[in-house]
């Protein structure tokens, strides 16, 4: 099949189901990293429309953006002033109906960011709250308490909020106020009916421009049990995730989403939802994922596994048996803009054969000492890793650089930092988030390399041009290439969502079956693994005399699947 013929099917809207997500292959774009169309070094809207062919020719079903509404970028726009608007420094509302009609034409779906467990400190509700003062019903709405100590000029609980420091931030008339994350996100208080109803006005506006779902950020935190007396951290870490804990997966958020499925379905095809929700087993996180409630949530388990076939196994295996009990589908995420780029963290397995992500937090945290990281080696199992999760049942998210195979960046100055986290000393994220968040290379030269006419706003290492756009769109070998075809491919073997292993009778060996015949095929090892005659079946990566070489996958399909 051509690209023109590819094109052309895609266009035709003829898998315009209400299912569409199911096995979807969805984009991840940090816009103000994305492309810079004005120059001014901040990523924008009309940017990303002036790459829609370049998303196109990627072959995705959908883009996800991160936040765009107008913001202090305090945490790099999860931090909303303004949930019904794009921030001007990224453009406006009739660009953002300009870049949904662009992607739609290419048969692409738009997938928007919200954020509900806080507004920034620059939204209207927060800065009527400060001016209200204490006891007025503009503070309910968040979450207003007296400090603790005989003149309340402490905070009122010993939390720490996760990007590190106390969660309560002390106010001019000596009331606190709750930020899980950081000063400038106050937590909304989801009790009070009017933020309730606003967020419902909040789906239903971008719904009505065409936006066909929704990531939802923190989706475990937004209901809080904060009767008094409130407990000590100590107290809080000692209490169970079942459901009643005070702060986390509270059985009763689901009320709310619940709420929220009633106005997607108002939406044909209804609009879906995915749940950002770090909960303490799959079968919390199902809950997240009920056809009643969001109906899909995020699997982060291959961001924490190591590059290794028994933890990829056990992850599949347990996130598949999930997915049948939810009716969802699965999900399937090895980078995003809150880790390490996983072609890094692989590329740290010599070290010590630990390559999740708290390895390359600790790489990062280091400075990123080159001489520890084999970009090479990285890079292969960064695309044995990618084959595998694209042969997989379910969704998968990509997000923006891996199909370049972009690495992490560790150096970045200190006062060239953005990460709230890296400022307020969390320790879980070292040096913070800002590497993975640096602008794509578009070009191998050029002003920021082709991300706009000026300085991006991160500083690009000179070894970006190497994984230039330019320079891999020329290199039929790049990870680029590789990225294209296996989603040129996919998109043709695509079948029902089940899998079987087949036995490989070596440990570091995966190997398993779709419906259709089409076989993944992955060697977590370094001894080459042999595949006799199957060997004509290949359609997809590199065998070494019929073997599959370590560290490396490959996709077999019987003659005549992809003709
Ligand atoms: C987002 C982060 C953000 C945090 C607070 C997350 O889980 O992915 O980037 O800092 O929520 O909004």
């Known amino acids: 099949m051509t690209d023109a013929t590819l094109t052309e099917t895609r266009n035709d809207h003829s898998d315009d189901t209400a299912a569409w997500w199911r096995q979807a292959i969805v984009y991840q774009i940090y816009p103000r990293s994305f492309a810079d169309a004005n120059g001014d070094g901040l990523g924008d809207i009309p940017g990303i429309v002036s790459r829609a062919d370049y998303l196109a020719e990627l072959g995705i079903d959908a883009v996800w953006l991160s936040p765009f509404y107008p913001s202090a970028l305090a945490d790099g726009g999860y931090d909303v002033a303004d949930y019904r608007d794009v921030d001007p420094r990224l453009g406006t509302l009739a660009d953002f109906d300009e870049m949904v009609a662009a992607l739609h034409e290419r048969g692409i779906r738009v997938v928007v960011d919200i954020v509900p467990n806080h507004s920034s400190d620059l939204h209207e509700w927060f800065q009527e709250a400060l001016a209200a003062g204490r006891g007025s019903a503009a503070r309910e709405r968040y979450i207003f308490r007296e400090g603790a100590g005989p003149d309340g000029d402490e905070p009122p609980t010993d939390w720490t909020a996760a990007f590190g420091g106390s969660a309560w931030e002390r106010v001019e008339d000596g009331q606190w106020y709750l930020h899980s994350f950081a000063p400038e996100q106050p937590d909304l ?14 789906l239903r506006f ?15 935190m937004l209901t809080k049990d904060l009767s008094e007396p409130l407990p000590s951290t100590v107290e809080l870490d000692a209490m169970p995730h079942d459901g009643n804990h005070p702060l986390h997966d509270r059985d009763d958020v689901h009320e709310i989403y619940a709420e929220w499925r009633r106005v997607f379905n108002e939406y044909d095809p209804p609009r879906t939802a995915v749940a950002e929700a770090w909960v ?21 388990d291959l961001l924490v596994a190591d590059f290794d076939a028994e933890q990829f196994r056990t992850v599949i295996t347990d996130n598949l048996a999930q997915a049948r009990i939810t009716g969802s589908s699965t999900t399937w995420v090895l980078s995003n803009h809150d880790v390490t780029r996983h072609a890094t963290r692989y590329g740290l397995a010599p070290l010590n054969g630990r390559t999740g992500v708290k390895q390359g937090v600790e790489w990062v945290r280091d400075g990123g000492p080159a001489d520890q990281l084999d970009r090479e080696g990285g890079l292969r ?21 891996e199909e370049l195979g ?15 986290s890296f400022f307020r000393g969390a320790d879980f994220d070292g040096l913070g988030r800002d590497g993975c968040r640096v602008p794509l290379p578009w070009t191998a030269s050029g002003a920021s390399f082709g991300f706009g006419a000026g300085d991006a706003h991160l500083p690009q290492p000179e070894w970006f041009a190497e ?15 590789l990225y ?6 996919r998109r043709l073997l695509q079948t029902e969502e089940s899998l079987e292993w087949v036995e490989t009778g070596r440990a570091d060996v995966l190997r398993f079956a779709r419906p259709n015949g089409w076989q993944i095929v992955t060697n977590f090892g370094s001894e080459p693994f042999d595949l006799g005659a199957e060997a004509d079946d290949l359609v997809l990566g590199t065998l070494v005399d ?7 996958t490959v996709w077999l399909a019987p003659q005549g699947l992809v003709a």
Do not use: C, M
Not at 467 to 481: G, I, K, Q, W
């Open 280 to 300: 303490s087993t799959p079968e919390r996180r199902a809950r997240y994922a009920s056809a009643e409630g969001l109906g899909q949530a995020f699997n982060f």
């Open 206 to 220: 971008w719904s009505d421009r065409g936006v066909d779902g929704f990531r939802i950020d923190v989706a475990h």
């Open 467 to 481: 994984y230039a756009v330019d320079v891999e769109e020329a290199d039929p070998s790049s990870t680029l290439a």
């Open 189 to 202: 208080n989801w009790d009070h009916p009017e933020v309730r109803e606003d967020f419902l006005k909040t």
């Open 546 to 552: 019929g073997a599959v070489p370590g560290d490396s």
């Open 381 to 401: 199992r960064a695309h044995a890793a990618t084959l595998l999760l694209l042969g997989l049942p379910g969704s998968t998210y990509l997000y923006q650089g």
């Open 406 to 420: 972009l690495q992490e960046v560790a150096e970045i100055a200190p006062e060239q930092r953005q990460d709230p």
């Open 484 to 489: 294209r075809e296996a989603l040129r491919l």
